[in-house]
């Protein structure tokens, strides 16, 4: 899995592509960021198969902040954090950590 970020001059965005590698599936097909970008609703930003068979989704988020976000397998109703995110905050709601991105 893997985080790319960029910057954009433009516009206060960053243009965040999530990644989760083919061997990271576990038997998945379907995935999907979610997080406080997004209002946390798995079904905002659906992951594409890539050629190689990971799953990939890119957003451009405002610029300035921290974020919370995990990825959930659609279809095997489970939930993931990213190994490589810029942190790790515990969700009492949840009862697990969340992903953070720093942008």
Known sequence: MALEKQF???RPVCKVR???ASGD?????QASVVGEFNGWDPKATPMKPQKDGS???V???PSGREYRFRYYFTDKHRWMNEPHADGYEYCPFAATDNSLLNI
Not at 25 to 29: D, K, M, R, Y
């Open 59 to 61: 957003l451009e988020i």
């Open 25 to 29: 599936l576990h038997g998945a097909s």
């Open 18 to 20: 999530f990644t989760i």
């Open 55 to 57: 799953l990939s989704a």
């Open 8 to 10: 954009l001059k433009s």
